[in-house]
Nanobody
Framework: QVQPVESGGGLVQPEGSLTLSCTIS?????????VGWFRQAPGKEREGVSC??????ATYFTDSVKGRFTISKDKKTVHLQMNRMRPEDTGAYYC????????????????WGQGTQVTVSS
């Protein structure tokens, strides 16, 4: 069974940094998959934050995190490096995976992790 597992959430002060990691189990290879992150704040809809394609390395970032977040991958793990964090980055962060390229539409992702909480507060 394919299962993304997140780690690295927590409490961070504004302007601080945090790294989230997602390891995908249950697949021999991620060569044709896209792995990304969605987040959801209380009372708000899920938002696509970032994604990376294993096939060609293409990356996607939502406008509010461009220049602050980076995404990288190795064989079975994707890392989201979050810098200069803001209170509006607070939310539950979910790792997602799908066969094919990155998409900003949540329903197009077949596999979801349980989520990890990120709180940006002084």
């Amino acid at each position: 069974q394919v299962q993304p597992v997140e780690s690295g959430g927590g409490l961070v002060q504004p302007e601080g940094s945090l790294t989230l990691s997602c390891t995908i189990s249950g697949l021999f290879s991620l060569d044709y998959y896209a792995v990304g992150w969605f987040r959801q704040a209380p009372g708000k809809e899920r938002e696509g934050v970032s994604c990376i394609s294993y096939e060609d390395g293409a990356t996607y970032f939502t406008d509010s995190v461009k220049g602050r977040f980076t995404i990288s991958k190795d064989k079975k793990t994707v890392h989201l490096q979050m810098n200069r964090m803001r209170p509006e980055d607070t939310g539950a962060y979910y790792c997602v995976a799908r066969l094919g390229y990155c998409s900003s539409i949540p329903d197009q992702y077949d596999f979801w992790g349980q989520g990890t909480q990120v709180t940006v507060s002084s």
